[in-house]
């Protein structure tokens, strides 16, 4: 336990480094922490040198000096302040005003009892009194509407008028990957296709890039297609790995949220109900024909009740969109991993003195077997380092890097080759995990 906390503390660090902007909630969220965890580490960790480890390690939470008890006279007072508002208070005292009150009470100080010092103790009592009742939180998560071309929402849309293949695919033989942009509601691409796959996704969103330029800001589900990896990665896919290296920051929704990808959603909804269920396509090529007129249509004739249209068409609305950087000719293939500067993991050493980490194997010690390490990343120079109590430090190059620039078009197809080989080694898993389970009695 104490490698997996120490890990958490290293991740909170890194995830206030990378998000200064998330609140506590999304930062208890990411680790899977409590917000109270996470607001008394943010205050040691802020109180500290960036760089200190020695911060990260854990204090004892046995009380020193347990408090005295309160007498059950002050915790009937305390109910009858509340039952009974004292001194011709009109409402219903809170634990501020006990506070103030209890004080004052004559027979308490006659008999010398000890009274609470914080609200927090007064509001413990009423809660276990039953004269509070917690009800449930309401999460109010207001966005504002970013600049033009800034910020896209990608997601895939069955055409499922198109009857299964005899003799191949049963279920989405025939998809749609549209993009909206979020800031005029201007639909970019719908890209349609009958495959696809980590590597033909990945793709059609450069294809979208070449087009249009580079975004700030992606937003994606958690297909499988975009974020799917082999049971045992550490890394991002390879479709997250090239969104970030080419500096485009990537948002994937919480899990059976798709409110979070709103725009897009909201856009399936028109075109389910305006085209496909209009005309009712059982091809790809005459899926291609109705989605390609009403692309246009949508974007140029069909009026947009959305806030930044005014009930006119996307591109009325906005006729001359903002121009966004160019796909650059050399990428440095290994731009993403500065993201995770600073991420901890912890692992369990093998019987062989070694651990795994991306599917890749790193010997440490035969003496450590059975034990947990925690690692951290070194994102800046692909650096692993390695810290346990019995270990001198020590370090690792990252392997599976390029540690090179490369020409934008070779950086694609090697990470087209690259989501291929994972989605060949997830499809594997799978299929190892059903043949276990129809094996077992």
Same mark, same amino acid.
């Given at each position: ?63 020193? *000096? ?18 009974? @508002? ?6 219903? @005292? ?47 998560? @207001? ?32 998809? +749609?990957?549209?993009?909206? !942009? ?38 994606? !589900? ?59 396509? +059982? ?106 109590? *019995? ?51």
């Amino acid at each position: 336990m104490q490698a997996l906390y120490y890990a958490a503390r290293g991740n909170l660090r890194w995830l206030l480094r990378l998000h200064p902007q998330w609140s506590q909630r999304q930062l208890a969220q990411a680790l899977g922490m409590s917000r109270s965890w996470v607001s008394k580490w943010i205050k040691r960790l802020q109180s500290a040198p960036p760089d200190d480890e020695e911060v990260l390690q854990g204090l004892s939470r046995a009380p020193k *000096h347990p408090p005295e008890r309160l007498d059950a006279r002050v915790i009937d007072r305390i109910l009858e302040i509340r039952d009974q @508002p004292p001194e011709g208070l009109g409402r219903t @005292p809170g634990p501020k005003a006990i506070l103030y009150y209890l004080p004052r009470d004559e027979s308490l100080q006659q008999a010398g009892l000890r009274l609470p010092r914080s609200t927090r103790t007064i509001h413990r009592i009423l809660c276990e009194q039953g004269r509070i009742c917690h009800q449930l939180p309401v999460l109010n998560d @207001p966005q504002e509407r970013p600049a033009p071309m800034q910020d896209w929402q990608l997601d895939f849309k069955d055409a499922s008028s198109v009857p299964a293949d005899p003799h191949g695919k049963q279920q989405h033989v025939v998809e +749609t990957l549209n993009v909206i !942009d979020v800031g005029t509601s201007v639909l970019l691409a719908a890209h349609v296709a009958p495959d696809f796959t980590a590597e033909t996704a990945l793709q059609a969103l450069a294809q979208t890039f070449q087009q249009h330029g580079l975004p700030h800001s992606i937003r994606l !589900d958690r297909d499988p297609r975009w974020v799917g990896a082999p049971q045992g990665s550490d890394f991002p896919s390879a479709v997250l790995r090239f969104c970030r290296s080419l500096g485009i920051a990537v948002v994937v929704c919480d899990p059976r949220q798709p409110q979070q990808n709103g725009f897009v959603e909201r856009y399936h909804r028109t075109y389910q109900e305006e085209c496909l269920a209009q005309h009712r396509p +059982t091809t790809l090529a005459h899926v291609r024909e109705v989605t390609e007129a009403f692309v246009k249509h949508y974007n140029w004739q069909r009026p947009h009740q959305g806030i930044s249209c005014g009930n006119r068409p996307p591109r009325v609305a906005h006729p001359e969109l903002p121009a966004l950087p160019q796909v650059p000719d050399v990428i440095n293939a290994d731009g993403w991993l500065r993201q995770l500067d600073g991420q901890h993991l912890v692992r369990q050493v093998n019987r062989h003195g070694s651990i795994s980490v991306n599917l890749a194997h790193y010997y440490l010690s035969r003496s450590l077997a059975g034990q947990r390490v925690t690692l951290r990343i070194d994102g800046v120079n692909g650096v692993l380092h390695v810290q346990h109590p *019995h270990l001198r430090r020590k370090s690792f190059p990252l392997k599976g890097l390029q540690r090179q620039a490369l020409p934008y078009q070779r950086y694609l197809e090697l990470m087209m080759q690259e989501a291929s080989r994972e989605r060949r080694l997830l499809a594997g898993q799978r299929r190892r995990a059903s043949q276990k389970g129809q094996d077992s009695p």
